[in-house]
């Protein structure tokens, strides 16, 4: 499950950041949320800050972006999840 999770992350993450401006960018966000919720569910914050600290280094090295500023939208999942 944490495989199709963090393809599914990693697509969603690279759509968004690549199309900033999208119809459906705030759909797409809600599902981030949702794999937020679902990676929180079945480890904890481990499991969110492992999932989310690979897709980083992947988009960066893909893309050349950023992908910490998305960090924050899971702030309402957990509260020691603060970015």
Same mark, same amino acid.
């Given at each position: 499950?944490?495989?199709?999770?963090?393809? !599914? *992350? =990693? /697509?969603?993450?690279?759509?968004?950041?690549?199309?900033?401006?999208?119809?459906?960018? $705030?759909?797409?966000? #809600?599902?981030?949320?949702?794999?937020?919720? !679902? *990676? =929180? /569910?079945?480890?904890?914050?481990?499991?969110?800050?492992?999932?989310?600290?690979?897709? $980083?280094?992947?988009? #960066?090295?893909?893309?050349?972006?950023?992908?910490?500023? =998305?960090?924050?939208?899971?702030?309402?999942?957990?509260?020691?999840?603060?970015?």
């Amino acid at each position: 499950m944490d495989a199709y999770l963090e393809e !599914e *992350l =990693y /697509d969603i993450l690279i759509y968004n950041i690549q199309n900033p401006t999208a119809p459906d960018f $705030e759909s797409k966000k #809600k599902r981030v949320e949702e794999i937020g919720k !679902e *990676l =929180y /569910d079945d480890g904890g914050t481990d499991a969110m800050e492992n999932m989310f600290y690979s897709i $980083e280094f992947r988009i #960066k090295d893909e893309i050349g972006r950023d992908a910490k500023p =998305y960090r924050s939208w899971w702030n309402s999942i957990s509260p020691e999840w603060k970015h």
